[in-house]
T-cell receptor, first 113, second 113 residues
Framework: EPEVTQTPSHQVTQMGQEVILRCVPISNHLYFYWYRQILGQKVEFLVSFYNNEISEKSEIFDDQFSVERPDGSNFTLKIRSTKLEDSAMYFC???????????FGPGTRLTVL | AQSVTQLGSHVSVSEGALVLLRCNYSSSVPPYLFWYVQYPNQGLQLLLKYTSAATLVKGINGFEAEFKKSETSFHLTKPSAHMSDAAEYFCAVNGGSQGNLIFGKGTKLSVKP
């Protein structure tokens, strides 16, 4: 069964460093999403991506964040200069259409020290 | 703006007992509603979704949910809990035009033998 994969499963970084979180969506999916979940809080939408551009983003997704689909398979989230409050679980998701089921990856736990 | 409220951050039931997880929504447009389940160290998996067809929606693993517009509710039920149902459950509503999901805070379900 096809699945969304994410690497790494856990990333530890120093404040101010850049991190790149990687996702491989399901191959025939067209819509891609990043969400995050700070420990003990709700899952929050960050950004959606379609047709090689950002289609929607939340107020959390500021200039420190960027997304890219560098090739036909990977979908990345970059945080330019990490802050302590960026520590969270980051989930990638993909779907065939924007109202179809979103399939989620297992997440990357980001710890900023 | 769309939002979701899940009543009860933690619900505990005995094996074989009824499971009832509550979700109320707020939406300025006809909502699409979802229930996702998250097992430990895994991503979110879709249990079921409401997309304005039948108000009683059946999902995987014996779960179902009923959309009640008058009560703005979409509660999740299962007649008989199983130990394998222990997980965290998230209710979500479609957010913006690109299908991003707005999640509730989640309800952790424990099942006692």
């Amino acid at each position: 069964e096809p699945e969304v994969t994410q690497t790494p499963s856990h990333q530890v970084t120093q404040m101010g460093q850049e991190v790149i979180l990687r996702c491989v969506p399901i191959s025939n999916h067209l819509y891609f999403y990043w969400y995050r979940q700070i420990l003990g809080q709700k899952v929050e939408f960050l950004v959606s991506f379609y047709n090689n551009e950002i289609s929607e983003k939340s107020e959390i997704f500021d200039d420190q964040f960027s997304v890219e689909r560098p090739d036909g398979s990977n979908f990345t989230l970059k945080i330019r200069s990490t802050k302590l409050e960026d520590s969270a679980m980051y989930f990638c998701a993909s779907s065939v259409g924007f109202l179809n089921e979103q399939f989620f990856g297992p997440g990357t736990r980001l710890t900023v020290l | 703006a769309q939002s979701v409220t899940q009543l009860g951050s933690h619900v505990s039931v005995s094996e074989g007992a009824l499971v009832l997880l509550r979700c109320n929504y707020s939406s300025s447009v006809p909502p699409y509603l979802f229930w996702y389940v998250q097992y430990p160290n895994q991503g979110l998996q879709l249990l079921l979704k409401y997309t304005s067809a039948a108000t009683l929606v059946k999902g995987i693993n014996g779960f179902e949910a009923e959309f009640k517009k008058s009560e703005t509710s979409f509660h999740l039920t299962k007649p008989s809990a199983h130990m394998s149902d222990a997980a965290e459950y998230f209710c979500a509503v479609n957010g913006g035009s690109q299908g991003n999901l707005i999640f509730g805070k989640g309800t952790k379900l424990s099942v006692k033998p």
